[in-house]
């Protein structure tokens, strides 16, 4: 589940993705028309504070597990943004499936 959202004074929207956990992994699911993915990170089963410029903010107590498994080993390497595509370059995503055209009537909702 993706949630985005656009303040009025604010040029970009936001996006809010839901982490879903299982016994071994948790994952973020993305959708690119009818294709579903699903990104998968170690377990995410608790969270630390950290300064963020000044501000307080939440991250996963494993960052470098979080980062090495959606970057691979080289990590450290750059990737041009204009190079890094979010439904191709992930390590760690999977396919997982097609909606059918009922379900992308259900899918999908526009509140703006």
């Keep these: 589940l993706e949630l985005r959202t656009k303040f009025i004074n604010m ?3 936001i996006d809010i993705f839901f982490i879903y956990h ?3 992994s948790s994952w973020v699911g993305g959708v690119d028309g009818k294709k579903k993915y699903r990104y998968y990170y170690p377990l995410i089963n608790q969270v630390c504070g950290t300064d963020l410029f000044g501000y307080l903010m ?3 107590c494993n960052p470098l597990d979080i ?5 691979g080993k080289n990590w450290k390497k750059p990737i041009l943004s204009s190079q890094y595509i ?5 390590h760690n ?5 097609v909606y059918s055209i009922y379900e992308m009537r259900s899918a999908r909702k526009d509140y703006g």
């Design 11 to 13: 040029p970009y929207p």
């Design 22 to 24: 299982d016994k071994k």
């Design 58 to 60: 939440y991250v996963p």
């Design 67 to 71: 980062i090495k498994s959606e970057y």
């Design 86 to 90: 979010w439904n191709r370059s992930p």
């Design 93 to 97: 995503m999977k396919s997982a499936g």
